[in-house]
């Protein structure tokens, strides 16, 4: 954002802000860790993970307790029942939390301690409630449910997401929600995923799209052919559980994809992309109309693929206040031109953030780690993400110093 200050131009310096889970830090310790991370390392502000994101987290440098053994899916914050009263559905309390609130914890400390705090939703993945309540997730062509993946056409899941959203802004101390796994996702989303196949991520898309009674409902409500389309994909998926089909194998691009069934995909990929506007909507109305906060969205490093999980991008520009990039598996030299197309689909008014993964599992070494800030910082993005804390080997905390000390110079 630039703003104009007693006739003097001024641009807002780029935001650094790290990722971590609450589990990362000590109760008695956070108020020392978090004055650490911003007058030391020079942070902005943290972001916290608000749900687990798999069932064993090992983090070697976490102030207690390297091994967490979590429910996944389960929140680290107690939620507020009024917000839920008359839904079949609430977040699951992580067993982690025991009596306490960490994430009340958290989120007020670092907010004392001068640091800006964000918390990461993450909206359609979710293992615990889809397995307590299959009527809420995606069934794909041939009927089957996947379990982890929470249908956004779902009058439930819409309805759980916006009152979440609403018990965190009004709950605890936030200045953003970076909102994650909004969309139709696919089976491949799954950690735990284990089969004999190759799995494309054409054929991850055939196996994922979702006919429940939600999406079949709407379709007809537009007069699409839906039967139609699903039992085109019921064929393909036969076909592909016998040898490789050449759809399967094709590049997921919207000219090939619109094409099926004689247009009639296309009317479906647009009514995924208004089902899922819509929801965004309704979320953007709950944080930042309501409650004025800000909100983040998980963007892609190639804009034009976000149809693939029903993300309209110019809905997307209109309705977010930041989109957030992965750079994670970038070669370096790959992410300039990335985030170049990223600020030609959003523009200024739109702001560009990119997560960095300071970690040899995702980047060679410090060097090509380092070449990913200097990319960031050359393509004056709004501000970086950097993932992990507890979870990384000290070495690595050097290389987030690093980074922070060169995106603010
Ligand atoms: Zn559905």
Wanted: proline letters at 5%; a negative charge; aromatic letters at 8%.
């Amino acid at each position: 954002m630039k703003d104009v200050e007693a006739g003097i131009l001024e641009v807002d310096a780029m935001q650094v802000i790290l990722r971590a889970f609450v589990w990362d830090f000590a109760p008695e310790k956070m108020s020392s860790t978090f004055h650490r991370l911003r007058n030391e390392w020079g942070l902005d502000g943290i972001s916290f993970v608000i749900s687990n994101p798999s069932r064993l987290l090992l983090l070697p440098n976490a102030e207690h307790g390297r091994f967490r053994y979590t429910d996944e899916g389960a929140v680290c914050f107690q939620p507020e029942r009024s917000w839920y009263a008359d839904l079949p559905i609430m977040p699951v309390a992580s067993e982690l939390c025991g009596r306490r609130n960490p994430l009340k914890e958290a989120t007020e400390k670092a907010r004392e301690t001068g640091l800006k705090v964000s918390a990461v939703m993450t909206c359609c993945y979710n293992p615990l409630l889809g397995r307590k309540h299959p009527e809420l997730t995606v069934q794909n062509a041939l009927g089957d449910r996947i379990l982890h993946l929470l249908c956004p056409a779902n009058p439930v899941v819409r309805e759980f997401l916006v009152r979440m959203a609403g018990d965190l802004v009004t709950n605890y101390p936030l200045d953003a929600i970076e909102l994650e796994d909004l969309g139709y996702l696919t089976l491949t989303r799954s950690r735990d995923l284990l089969t004999d196949l190759i799995i494309p991520p054409a054929a991850d898309h055939l196996l994922s799209r979702c006919f429940c009674e939600h999406c079949r409902h709407t379709a007809e409500g537009l007069n699409i052919e839906i039967e139609r389309v699903r039992f085109f994909l019921q064929t393909e998926l036969e076909q592909f559980f016998i040898s490789p089909t050449e759809l399967s194998q094709s590049p997921l691009e919207w000219d090939v994809w619109e094409r099926l069934v004689e247009g009639e995909a296309r009317k479906v990929l647009h009514m995924r992309m208004d089902i899922v506007s819509s929801l965004l909507a309704r979320l953007v109305e709950e944080i930042a109309h309501k409650h004025d906060k800000k909100v983040h969205i998980e963007g892609r490093l190639l804009p034009a693929s976000l149809w693939q999980i029903g993300i309209d991008r110019y809905k997307l520009r209109e309705l977010a206040h930041a989109v957030e990039v992965d750079a994670k598996d970038v070669a370096p030299d790959r992410l300039p031109p990335c985030l170049f197309l990223n600020r030609q689909v959003f523009g200024n008014r739109t702001e560009l953030w990119v997560r960095l993964h300071p970690s040899e599992r995702f980047v060679p070494n410090r060097q090509a780690f380092l070449a990913q800030v200097r990319a960031c910082k050359e393509q004056k993005v709004d501000g970086v993400v950097i993932v992990g804390y507890g979870s990384l080997r000290r070495q690595n905390w050097d290389w987030v110093k690093e980074a922070v000390s060169l995106l603010k110079s």
